[in-house]
Nanobody, 126 residues
Framework: QVQLVESGGGLVQPGGSLRLSCVGSGFGSDYHAIGWFRQAPGKEREGVSCISSVDGGTYYVDSVKGRFTISRDTAKNTVYLQMNSLKPEDTGAYYC???????????????????WGQGTQVTVSS
C-alpha cells in the first residue's frame, strides 16, 4: 500500500523559507518519481517540481527556478522541497505525488501520478 505524507508547511513572510517533506512508503526506492504540486484558491493545480529515482533528473516550473530545490534522502524514503525567497504567489496547498510506472523521466504529467498525499498548506504573507 503506497502512502505519502507531507509536512513542513506554515505561515511565512515574503522572502522567507520553508522546507517541505514528503515521506513515502509502499513502493520501491529505485523506480519511481516524486512530484510536488500546488493549488491556490480558485486556481488550477500546478506542477512545481519533480525528481526521478531512475536517472536523478529534476524539473522546476519556471516561476520557482532559482528559488526552490528538490532533493531526496533514499535512506529516509523522503523527498524535500526547499523553498527560498518565498513570494505571496507561492501561497497554496502543496501536495506530493508518486509515479511508479512508465518512463519516470521528469517532468511527468499529473495524470501519470498514481498516488497523492494529503497536502500541506503554505501561506506567504506579511
Amino acid at each position: 500500500q503506497v502512502q505519502l505524507v507531507e509536512s513542513g508547511g506554515g505561515l511565512v513572510q515574503p522572502g522567507g523559507s520553508l522546507r517541505l517533506s514528503c515521506v513515502g512508503s509502499g513502493f520501491g526506492s529505485d523506480y519511481h518519481a516524486i512530484g510536488w504540486f500546488r493549488q491556490a484558491p480558485g486556481k488550477e493545480r500546478e506542477g512545481v517540481s519533480c525528481i526521478s529515482s531512475v536517472d536523478g533528473g529534476t524539473y522546476y516550473v519556471d516561476s520557482v527556478k532559482g528559488r526552490f530545490t528538490i532533493s531526496r534522502d533514499t535512506a529516509k524514503n523522503t523527498v524535500y522541497l526547499q523553498m527560498n525567497s518565498l513570494k505571496p504567489e507561492d501561497t497554496g496547498a502543496y501536495y506530493c505525488a508518486a509515479a511508479i510506472w512508465g518512463m519516470l523521466r521528469c517532468p511527468i504529467p499529473s495524470d501519470e501520478y498514481g498516488y497523492w498525499g494529503q497536502g500541506t498548506q503554505v501561506t506567504v504573507s506579511s
